[in-house]
């Protein structure tokens, strides 16, 4: 699949503060610092996942055509800042099957639409090579509710839920989006 540079995006604008626009791309090899900075900061995430999602954003920069992940960024347009990204690839053994394996905004900019045009450009990106589904994975821990309902809110739904999967307490949603 080949990636494109996506033009820049106006959000909306967020009710308790401006965001300037921002624009989505590939992830470059000096995003890695910056992006694994706000996944450390992003308190939804325990210490021992951010060495998972290292990994991944490693594999797409050492063979990014084929690692099996795509990772784009969200870049302030005036600073170039890092603003969050997503990381998603095709689920092996399948036939159109595509897993989102992260998605991670700033806290700083939650609620103004970036991980919306992440979500959706992906969303795009899986349709274009001739996805059909998409699963998410994630926790049932209280502090996901709100990740739990943007995911609705983007036409997601659960089909799966396995109590005490990855803690005591702990247990795996799968969401699904089937593509037309």
């Excluded at 099996?68 to 036939?95: D, H, K, M, N």
């Excluded at 900019?109 to 991980?115: D, L």
């Excluded at 996901?144 to 005591?168: K, L, N, V």
Aim: hydrophobic letters at 35%; one cysteine or more.
């Amino acid at each position: 699949m080949q990636m494109k540079s996506v033009s820049p995006t106006s959000l909306p604008t967020h009710p308790c503060r401006p965001f300037p626009p921002v624009y989505l791309r590939e992830m470059k090899a000096d995003d890695r610092e910056p992006l694994l900075a706000i996944l450390r900061a992003t308190r939804e995430f325990k210490a021992s996942e951010v060495p998972v999602a290292e990994e991944l954003l490693d594999a797409f920069l050492d063979q990014p055509l084929t690692s099996g992940y795509y990772v784009w960024v969200a870049l302030e347009e005036e600073q170039s800042r890092r603003r969050g990204y997503i990381c998603f690839g095709p689920t092996p053994l399948t036939e159109g099957t595509w897993d989102i394996y992260w998605i991670v905004v700033d806290a700083d900019c939650r609620g103004a639409g970036i991980g919306i045009a992440l979500l959706r450009h992906a969303e795009q990106e899986i349709q274009n090579a001739g996805g059909r589904m998409i699963l998410i994975e994630t926790s049932s821990k209280e502090e996901y509710c709100g990740t739990h309902r943007f995911y609705e809110a983007m036409g997601y739904r659960q089909i799966s839920f396995i109590p005490d999967f990855y803690t005591p307490g702990d247990g795996k949603i799968t969401l699904q989006k089937l593509l037309r």
